[in-house]
């Protein structure tokens, strides 16, 4: 099949609010999500690249440009100030159940420990905005000093944030501000891993899994989420700009991780030549595996690539799955670089406004040392054994 032109490839369908069976019903001819915003001549160049390690790509909403974690210390004096400030903190997740937030929350709890600040509330709205407006209303009682928190809605849930930040509480964002707060005036700094490197690394762990041509889909996050929506810029960008024999003919959104399997159904059916697809995060890949399973697909003839690792998409990839590569955001690093970022806003300190924790690109080749990296652990036995064979 010729390569398609991208402005004319992927859906603006959400398949969480349409049955399969209309996605066979719907034109060819469709276009990208609402929000997608086609490559910057930067984002191209950055495309071309050979190799990106090391490289910090993404900038901020507001065009910050993007701080490497790494770099964001503290000193021993200011430790001390810290320390000595009897400072509070509450963390408001958007949810639970999966490693990214698990290992997110072991880093930040851990370093809060370490440096003395008490942890007064850990909330999760499951997903549900109304559920975290109600939850950082609930943590204002409280008046904590400092409020870590990743916004599921940055328009819905800004009143809420405003509120508690113009009630003294800091804040520092997790992935992304919400509308109305400007970095260093109501909010200290957005830490996000390099989620347009992390799409690349999608894009080129699907050419490598498919040997560079074929017929491929991708499946978004419907919703305007900053950060996936890099990812899926990403991905686009770096197919585009290194792989002109990887057909992207049909890009399908959900707004439900749990939908990953009803959408790559859709997809299966509709597009029987499809030869792998970037499926983002772990629970839709592990829905997407699931429908491939049921189509009669094997392993060897249908490859799919997702954002962030963890024990399901890990073990799929060891027994030889479908699960080809992983691009993987270290969750525990995150946490840790939140946790010195509101150490350093308690004391009044400058932080960038936006810092980045480079992500981590994981084959079958370097599982072990990558599940090394990620949870500090040594791969699981039946991992190991996976491997083996």
Known sequence: M??????????????????????????????????????????????????????VVSDGQGGEPGFPAADLMLTEEQLAKVKAGKFTVAISMGWMGDDWASQQLVGLKESFEAMGIEVVAETNANWDDAKQIADIEAISVLKPSLL?????????TASAYQKIAAAGT????IDQAVDGMTAGKDYSSIISSDNLLL????ADALAEATGGKGDVAAMYYAADFYVTNLRY????????AKYPDLNVIVAAGHNNPNKGQEVAQGLLARYPTLAGVYA?????????????????????????????????????????????????QRPYDQGVAEAKTGALALIGEPTPPY?????????RANLAESYKTIYRVDLPAEMVAALAN
């Open 199 to 202: 799409g690349m690394y999608l």
């Open 2 to 55: 010729k390569h398609m032109n991208f402005k004319k490839m992927a859906l603006a369908l959400s398949v969480a609010m349409l049955p399969c069976a209309a996605l066979a019903e719907i034109a060819a001819d469709i276009e990208h999500p609402l929000w997608y915003k086609a490559p910057s001549e930067k984002t191209m160049e950055l495309a071309k690249v050979d190799d990106l390690t090391g490289m």
């Open 170 to 173: 800091k804040i520092v964002f």
């Open 233 to 240: 810029e990403g991905f686009i960008a770096r197919v585009m």
């Open 148 to 156: 870590v928190s990743i916004p599921l809605n940055g328009q819905t």
């Open 355 to 363: 810092i980045v924790v480079p992500p981590l690109k994981v084959t």
């Open 280 to 328: 983002s995060w772990s629970i839709p890949a592990m829905g997407a595996v699931t429908a491939a399973r049921t189509a009669g697909r094997t392993s060897a003839d249908f490859k799919i690539v997702n954002e962030n690792f963890d024990q399901i998409v890990a073990l799929d990839m060891a027994q030889n799955g479908f699960i080809a590569g992983i691009s993987s």
